[in-house]
């Protein structure tokens, strides 16, 4: 069973924006922490950003800060990427990812440690592509 389903992704000019939506099944509620990584060819799996169960924090790759935005709306079961001012080299299959590690604690209280490493998470979307044209 798919529990995340990404959509949005698509073609744009540098400069431009795309707004990536995730929607996940009821199995994952708002005790998860949330994630979006990418992956272009050649490339590993990078994190580009996370929010806390809850929504309270946010955590971002020094690469996206200031141009990207993640927010959750758990009434919704979904989950978003806001991306402004694109550039070429953030063209790359955008995953959305789900974490249970954060109804522990333990984990919550430290996701500024465990947010950017793709084995923290147990729940994968198929991946929405986003091309981005100089």
């Known amino acids: 069973q798919q529990h995340l389903a990404e959509s949005g992704g698509g073609s744009v000019q540098s400069g431009g924006s795309l707004k990536l939506s995730c929607t996940t099944s009821?199995?994952?509620?708002?005790?998860?922490?949330m994630g979006w990584f990418r992956q272009s060819l050649g490339t590993e799996r990078e994190a580009v950003a996370s929010?806390?169960?809850?929504?309270?924090?946010?955590y971002y790759a020094d690469s996206v800060k200031g141009r990207f935005t993640i927010s959750r709306d758990d009434a919704k079961n979904s989950a978003y990427l806001q991306m402004d001012n694109l550039k070429p080299e953030d063209t790359a299959l955008y995953y959305c990812?789900?974490?249970?590690?954060?109804?522990?604690?333990?984990?919550?209280?430290?996701?500024?440690?465990?947010?950017?490493?793709?084995?923290?998470?147990?729940?994968w979307g198929q991946g929405t592509q986003v091309t981005v044209s100089s």
């Open positions: 009821g199995y994952i509620d708002s005790n998860y922490c």
């Open positions: 929010v806390s169960s809850g929504g309270g924090i946010s």
């Open positions: 990812a789900a974490a249970d590690l954060c109804s522990e604690s333990s984990y919550r209280t430290r996701w500024y440690d465990y947010w950017g490493r793709a084995q923290y998470y147990n729940f």
